[in-house]
């Protein structure tokens, strides 16, 4: 498995193997099996699989976060060479961002929903960084994971309006045997937090059968995550129905019709995104 922290050799060795195909999946590191189910995907589609580690500072809004975001190279790499990835690109911050950025990128309503309003800036900084990271691997099928929905479409949107010539591919939430969605951000969680986590994923259950038997979405989402708030460890930032278009809020589902269902949430100081996709 190569390692580069230049772009210029990674950007050499990928011209070295043209024509090839390349399947990307671009993280942040703290790698868990739900990262290795993209890599193996990747594999499995392509000639060569190339995975990028950069912790991307533009896309946290919140500096402790950034402090606090997991950070476990060696193991990583580990994780990558047994999943056979041919190549590992790991700039570090002066590499991707020379000097500080200064182009913003908007999203319309996309943005402005969900994680956008809660994290002001996120998507500016996920969409400079994977526009950099897409020039200098230059893929041919870029992979990213379902629980990230809302950063799947705003990608999407940024592959169609700058026209990368990169195929996307959403691959389904990898969860923990009792439910949790896996996340770099579990890691972080106290062993009573860790516990009660999975109390998100049984909730969407609990919202997404409720909606399925007719119950209006906005109250059923209200009352199950007022359920949640009682537990003092957790609160609840949105728990909303969205269609999986454009994430507008569906006040009135249709039959046949495809929705998310979407929740964010703090289990003591962590920030636990989920979503169950269905269709009534
Ligand atoms: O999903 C992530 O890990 C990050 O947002 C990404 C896509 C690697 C951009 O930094």
Redesign the pocket.
Request: zero cysteines; aromatic letters at 10%.
């Given at each position: 498995m190569e390692i580069f922290q230049k772009t210029a050799e990674l950007m050499h060795w990928r011209n070295a193997h043209r024509p090839q195909s390349v399947g990307f999946v671009?993280?942040?590191g703290a790698l868990h099996a739900g990262h290795i189910s993209l890599v193996e995907r990747a594999k499995s589609e392509n000639h060569l699989t190339v995975c990028?580690i950069?912790?991307?500072p533009t896309?946290f809004n919140n500096a402790d976060d950034l402090k606090y975001y997991p950070r476990t190279p060696e193991q990583d790499l580990e994780m990558l060479q047994a999943a056979g990835c041919d190549a590992v690109f790991m700039p570090d911050e002066v590499e991707m961002y020379a000097a500080p950025p200064q182009m913003r990128l908007h999203f319309g309503n996309l943005e402005q929903v969900m994680e956008g309003a809660h994290r002001p800036g996120h998507f500016n900084?996920?969409g400079l960084?994977?526009s950099k990271?897409f020039h200098m691997v230059q893929p041919d099928v870029a992979y990213?994971?379902q629980k990230?929905l809302q950063?799947f479409l705003i990608?999407k949107r940024l592959v169609t309006d700058l026209s990368f010539p990169v195929r996307l591919v959403c691959c389904p939430v990898v969860r923990e045997p009792d439910g949790l969605a896996m996340s770099?951000r579990n890691m972080r969680l106290s062993k009573q937090a860790r516990e009660q986590a999975p109390a998100l994923y049984r909730a969407l259950n609990v919202a997404k059968q409720r909606i399925l038997n007719g119950e209006k979405p906005d109250l059923v989402c209200a009352e199950v995550a007022a359920q949640l708030n009682e537990n003092p460890s957790f609160h609840v930032e949105y728990l909303v129905l969205v269609d999986t278009e454009n994430l507008r809020q569906v006040h009135h589902p249709q039959a046949c019709e495809e929705y998310a269902l979407c929740i964010a949430a703090f289990v003591e100081q962590v920030r636990l995104i989920d979503n169950l996709i269905f269709r009534m």
């Open positions: 671009p993280t942040m990028s950069f912790v991307n896309q900084g996920v960084v994977v990271l990213f994971g990230d950063q990608i770099s």
